[in-house]
């Protein structure tokens, strides 16, 4: 299974991006998840939809700005990120859980899940 991150950049204030996670063909998720790493922090969850898109969870700083959604056909992953903040820059990570012990209630935990990306950067300037 692998997970491709990717749609980070550069922004100013207020801006938008789109983040995709392109997973692989293989992956049979429960659900799936976001979370990011600002420069010396913790690891700190985001997001996290089940694999059929029915449930949803965001963490209290990005409800209303964030959105966390799946395509079907291509097994992609995305979070459209809206008005972002400077406190938004991060290293973005998209994660899956797969084992199915574990329900969206515990998906802000990073040790339910089994894969992970490898990080896209995310930079907003005041």
């Known amino acids: 299974v692998q997970l491709q991150a990717s749609g980070g950049g550069f922004v100013t204030t207020g801006d938008s991006l789109r983040l995709s996670c392109v997973a692989s063909a293989n992956l049979r998720a429960y659900f799936m998840g976001w979370f990011r790493q600002a420069a010396g922090k913790e690891r700190e969850f985001i997001a996290a939809?089940?694999?059929?898109?029915?449930?949803?969870k965001y963490t209290e700083s990005v409800k209303g700005r964030f959105t966390i959604s799946r395509n079907n056909v291509d097994n992609t992953v995305y979070l459209q990120m809206n008005s972002l903040k400077p406190e938004d820059t991060a290293v973005y990570y998209c994660?899956?859980?797969?084992?199915?012990?574990?329900?969206?209630?515990?998906?802000?935990?990073?040790?339910?899940?089994?894969?992970w990306g490898q990080g896209t950067q995310v930079t907003v300037s005041s």
């Open positions: 994660a899956a859980s797969t084992s199915g012990s574990y329900t969206l209630t515990l998906s802000e935990r990073a040790d339910v899940y089994d894969y």
């Open positions: 939809m089940t694999w059929r898109g029915d449930r949803k």
